[in-house]
């Protein structure tokens, strides 16, 4: 799939804002190959696409990341092997051309050549695979899937929870300080391994593609450090108070104590952001970060907490 944004700064004209690509480069490899210049599956591919780019009058490229993009300690390759033949064909494809070159450090590198602005587009805030024992099947999924982070497969605690003890794999909770921590090192690891000076966080998950996604948006979020603070702050147990029961029929998705909790959970997120900020400083203050953003809520398949 193929996209393009247009950005405004503040106080840019329309006549300066940047219009830029978003190739799905694993899609583009599998959807245009082997050995055209839109499946971008070598070097000269890729300066052929920049060029080409350059010519429609893009400014620059929003290039996904891949597990290659990041150390291999941050990543455990679940031992399973695709039951669907056609998917396991086209993730056999994959790897065999990210094997051959490294998309980033080419495109990072050719982008540069030609003033072109390269933005590696990080999809995996909320999409941190799972292990090969998650998931149901059902169309459009993926099971099991076919890597897991190495922080979540160590520590599942860290995934959200339901009032039940029910896991939303792929998302992670923020409240936990590793959480934030082994995410903020995949940035690190990569600013300081290619040089890239834009990032775009990426809040869309893969969840779906693996279970089913929640039935109500304010389904998720009581793990123990949520728990805790909404009694240190509020005086409220969540798992027992039926404010945040979201089956009940009486539920009230506008009273003052769920906000309060919705607030707890995006000021996670935001905490996460100033650490991601602060550590990037540490590698390059000029390092630019953009987060897509839904609104005030981060809305499906999250939930419905508020961001700051």
Known sequence: ?????????????????????IPSWGDYVCAFGPGTDPAMDSPEAVENMIRHWIGRGFTGVYLRTDLAQLDPSMIRRNPVRQPNPRLAGFWHFVDEVMERFDVHEVAQRLSDKHDFEFWAWHPHLYSDGAPETAGTTGPGRMVPWSYVSAYTFAHPEAITVDRK????????????????????????????????????????????????PPDKADQYGFNPPVVDDMKRLYGVDILSDPRFDVDSPSFDPLNPMVENWRNLRGGYVTQFFRELRAALNEVDPKIRICVPLSGERAGPPLGNWRLD
């Open 165 to 212: 003890g029910n896991k939303l794999w792929m998302v992670r909770e923020y409240a936990y300080p590793g959480a934030r921590a082994s995410k903020v090192a995949e940035f690190v690891h990569m600013a300081r391994k290619y040089g890239i000076r834009r990032f775009v966080a990426c809040m869309r998950s893969e969840v779906s593609q693996l279970q089913d």
């Open 1 to 21: 799939m193929a996209l393009s944004t247009t950005s405004l700064a503040l106080g840019e004209s329309r006549a300066t804002c940047r219009n830029n690509a």
